[in-house]
């Protein structure tokens, strides 16, 4: 992956911490997310090449983690001795320093004539409140457009079960026949629930997929939900990577938490397919990651849209794509 003579370069880190208040709260079966925190870091090379990363942790405890690791990193060290501790360090921070290496070795191009930065659609996020039904007529009213095929992501398991039952099929009377659902439960349901839903579900041509149905570490479960209804994984993909090669179904692939990005960029590069590429609120730094992922995904065998979260972070130079903009705003 590393060009042997990248190993021996010597690197400079600058590192720049940030906060930014979602518009609304994400609420979800794991709990509420109300604000995204973390460092955004400016690496260059002895031959004056330079790239930039962020890290951003969801959890807070692994915001602490994160903070001890990067103060005893310091500000000089060597191309290999960071390559050596990357595997050991939370993904995050893979994230981080993996996406400001591929840039110094121009693995990516965000200065190319590819369209990365127009992405053509997203997933409608829909909120958990009570606006969810009038957010979903307002969206289906402005897109209107009978050959455009309008994909929504619903977060479950907030509410009592026979509440989100009625929901789901008041979302569905509304829905046109070329739509998707994408429902989420942060596998936040038991079995008996999941099967529950899977069997209402099964022949709704609509449903795109339930995503992690079943605790992370459910794979006997969740593998035997697939047998009967498309299931992705997402939370499991995390708690254990070695899934990534293991599951055929859908990947949810979050890559600003999952680790180093070289790897992924390499899956898509490689075209496998049942990749999608979801946001986890980033800055301009690292949702230029995600939308160059996703752009690379909507070009390989199984395309879909991504899930951008576009409408939930506030509008400033923080979310530029410019990324010495984002450093300027943080």
């Not at 690496?43 to 807070?60: C, F, N, R, T, V």
């Not at 996406?99 to 127009?118: H, M, R, T």
């Not at 055929?248 to 496998?272: A, F, N, T």
């Not at 301009?284 to 972070?313: F, H, M, N, S």
Request: charged share 25%; with cysteine; hydrophobic share 35%.
């Amino acid at each position: 992956m590393v060009h042997p003579l990248n190993r021996f370069m010597n690197l400079s880190l600058q590192i720049k911490s940030f906060s930014f208040e979602l518009l609304r709260s994400l609420k979800t079966s794991q709990g509420v997310l109300t604000k995204k925190e973390g460092w955004l870091l400016h690496l260059q090379s002895d031959s004056g090449k330079s790239g930039w990363g962020e890290i951003a942790p969801i959890h807070q405890e692994k915001l602490k983690i994160c903070d001890e690791i990067i103060k005893n990193l310091g500000n000089n060290f060597s191309r290999e001795t960071l390559e050596k501790k990357l595997k050991y360090f939370p993904p995050s921070i893979g994230f981080g320093f993996g996406a400001a290496l591929a840039e110094i070795d121009s693995l990516i191009d965000f200065g190319s004539s590819k369209n990365w930065s127009k992405i053509s659609q997203t997933a409608f996020l829909l909120p958990t409140d009570q606006s969810l039904i009038s957010k979903l007529d307002s969206t289906l009213k402005n897109h209107s457009n009978e050959s455009e095929e309008l994909t929504f992501k619903w977060k479950v398991g907030i509410l009592p079960n026979e509440i989100e039952k009625k929901i789901l099929d008041a979302i569905l009377s509304r829905l046109p026949a070329n739509a998707h659902l994408r429902i989420d439960p942060n596998a936040g349901w038991d079995r008996n629930q999941a099967k529950d839903w899977a069997d209402y579900l099964i022949g709704e041509k609509r449903l795109e997929w339930i995503e992690q149905p079943l605790p992370s570490n459910d794979i006997k479960g969740l593998k035997a939900l697939a047998n009967h209804i498309p299931i992705a994984l997402d939370e499991s993909l995390l708690d254990n990577p070695s899934l990534r090669k293991s599951w055929k179904s859908w990947q949810i692939r979050k890559p600003s938490l999952e680790g180093d990005p070289r790897i992924l960029l390499e899956e898509l590069k490689r075209k496998i397919g049942f990749r999608v590429i979801s946001t986890s609120f980033e800055t301009g730094i690292g949702r230029r990651w995600v939308e160059y992922l996703a752009t690379l995904q909507q070009e390989g065998p199984t395309p879909t849209v991504p899930g951008l979260g576009i409408g939930w972070c506030p509008k400033s130079q923080l979310f530029s794509k410019n990324p010495e903009s984002v450093w300027e705003a943080a």
